[in-house]
């Protein structure tokens, strides 16, 4: 049976580890080839114990001459780009806005925003070239809902996704969709390091009383990446556990 992205060619960011590691192994066990792109050097083994159909590139997702080589290398090794998922990012200080150091602020916005415009600004013209394609960008239930001391993070989660909306509606008609996903918490590096306390407050905030596994969060993104979700543009998905039910 053909794969969900059988003959796609995906570029996904973070792809070192957590999400973007599952949606990378996802996606090439569905069909494609995968360019996998990461900063920490991580992106390597994981396109090791994927196979040829990953190829890893490290790059810096805030830095320009970074993300269009990351696209470059896409077109030089597999011809196209079908899908691009932005989805690295970091969480940054936890300190109350009123005591935010200015500089965490833009770093912050750098790798998780600006990073996101980057990504759609170099990948659009050679998607168009292609006759379209699907982004997905990586937000989080932090774009609906404040988690304080991270004011830099859910402001540029909150951006990711009127960023996103504006790209599905300009491209629309010329077949690219562009949508986002929100996870609630999820076992990822991202979270390993966050306080324990912390961690249990929100797994306890939760309905279903824990966190996600990666895959869950990769399974919405084979999704929206592939023909299935082919009249859905400028969505933004929660998948949280019921979090922002509440
Ligand atoms: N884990 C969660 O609870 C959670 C919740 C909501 C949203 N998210 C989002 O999911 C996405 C994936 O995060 P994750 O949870 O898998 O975390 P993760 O830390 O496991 O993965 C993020 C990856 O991004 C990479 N990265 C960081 N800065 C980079 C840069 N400048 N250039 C290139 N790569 C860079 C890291 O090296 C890492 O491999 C992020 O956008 C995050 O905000 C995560």
């Not at 810096?60 to 989805?87: E, P, R, Y």
């Not at 965490?104 to 394609?133: Q, T």
């Not at 830099?152 to 951006?159: F, L, N, R, V």
């Not at 999704?223 to 019921?242: K, V």
């Amino acid at each position: 049976m053909a794969g969900r992205l059988e003959g796609k060619v995906a570029v996904i960011t973070g792809a070192g580890s957590g999400i973007g590691a599952s949606m990378a192994e996802l996606f090439c066990r569905e069909g494609a080839k995968v360019v996998a792109a990461d900063i920490s050097g991580r992106q390597d083994d994981v396109a090791k114990k994927i196979g040829s159909n990953c190829l890893p590139f490290q790059a810096d997702v805030s830095k320009s001459s970074d993300v269009q080589a990351m696209l470059n290398a896409a077109m030089t090794a597999f011809g196209k780009i079908d899908v691009l998922v932005n989805n690295a990012a970091i969480d940054g200080e936890m300190v109350p806005t009123g005591e935010y150091p200015e500089e965490e602020f833009d770093r912050v916005w750098a790798i998780n925003g600006r990073s996101v415009f980057l990504g759609m600004r170099y990948a659009i013209p050679l998607m168009l070239k292609n006759g379209g394609g699907s982004i997905v960008n990586t937000s989080s239930m932090a774009s609906v809902v404040a988690f304080p001391t991270m004011p830099a993070y859910c402001a540029s989660k909150g951006a990711i996704t009127m960023m996103t909306k504006v790209v599905a509606v300009e491209y629309a008609a010329k077949g690219i969709r562009a949508n986002i996903i929100c996870p609630g918490p999820v076992v990822t590096g991202i979270t390993a390091h966050m306080p324990a306390e912390y961690i249990e407050g929100v797994k306890k905030a939760v309905p279903m009383n824990r966190m996600a596994d990666p895959i869950e969060v990769a399974n919405l993104g084979l999704f929206l990446a592939c023909d299935e979700s082919s009249f859905i543009t400028g969505s933004s998905i929660l998948i949280d556990g019921g979090y922002t039910s509440l």
